[in-house]
């Protein structure tokens, strides 16, 4: 595909984690190509995969990174309670993962299980779990092997931070939890649909007249692709082939160059 395609996309999706920031740190240019796209009149939207905030949350952050072009912000909390509400009914839940996440679905209507009364749950809910222990990996585990749904926002392996480290992800909970159990995941965000159709939504935008720009392929490019949208592979990295995306850039300058807004 011609890079010529992103002068005439209307709006844009950005991932966060590992593309607009990585960890309390904007990568560079961020804030400055982000401005320029609201300044053109395109459409901007933040999707991230993150399990423990909600996008009311992010875009509290975003704004105090000094992003205050940020006005819709997605994750898979937005979402979860109703997910497992129209797969399962009203659900008694055992939470691995953050107060947030266990809030939000009790706002949903279900009821939370203390991870001591596995057997009584009918499912598991698995995010990023800053308290995890290996007797919250084996209720959960035994509680999905007896049949409960194991229901994630995300598989993604790791969550990058500043200077290029990174923590363990959902992905990585979730791979114990369902090897243990002998399950398969039910994915909520990134690379579903939902997330994605949200944000499109939220800008009133068709997806063949948006594009998602992320770090993975797996979550950000493979996802998009599915719902028919334009797709940019963030990958600072030097010589990153473009494989499954659309378009590869090695910074945000080189995003506004080809977006015609720098």
């Not at 409960?148 to 959902?170: H, K, Y």
């Amino acid at each position: 595909m011609s890079a010529s395609i992103l002068s005439s996309v209307r709006g844009f999706v950005f991932d966060l984690d590992g593309c607009v920031w990585n960890g309390n740190t904007l990568n560079p240019g961020a804030r400055e190509t982000l401005a320029a796209l609201d300044r053109a009149g395109r459409g901007l939207a933040f999707v991230s995969n993150n399990s423990r905030a909600t996008g009311g949350e992010l875009r509290e952050r975003l704004h105090g990174l000094g992003v205050d072009v940020a006005r819709h912000v997605l994750t898979p909390l937005e979402i979860l309670g109703e997910v497992i509400r129209e797969r399962f009914g009203p659900s008694r839940v055992l939470v691995i993962g953050s107060p947030d996440m266990a809030a939000v679905i009790a706002r949903a209507g279900h009821e939370l299980v203390d991870v001591k009364d596995y057997r009584a749950a009918t499912v598991v809910a698995v995010g990023n779990d800053f308290d995890l222990s290996y007797e919250r990996v084996t209720n959960a585990a035994r509680a999905a092997a007896r049949g409960a749904p194991l229901v994630t926002p995300n598989v993604d392996p790791r969550m990058p931070i500043e200077g290029g480290d990174f923590l363990p992800g959902s992905g990585a909970t979730v791979a114990a939890i369902a090897t243990a159990a002998g399950v398969r995941p039910i994915v909520v965000g990134k690379p579903e649909p939902p997330l994605f159709r949200m944000a499109l939504e939220r800008m009133a935008l068709s997806p063949a007249a948006a594009a998602m720009v992320g770090d993975s392929v797996p979550s950000d490019i493979r996802g998009a692709r599915a719902v028919g949208m334009v797709t940019v592979l963030y990958a600072p990295e030097e010589g990153t082939p473009a494989g499954e995306a659309d378009l590869v850039v090695g910074s945000f300058a080189e995003l506004a160059r080809l977006a015609g807004v720098g």
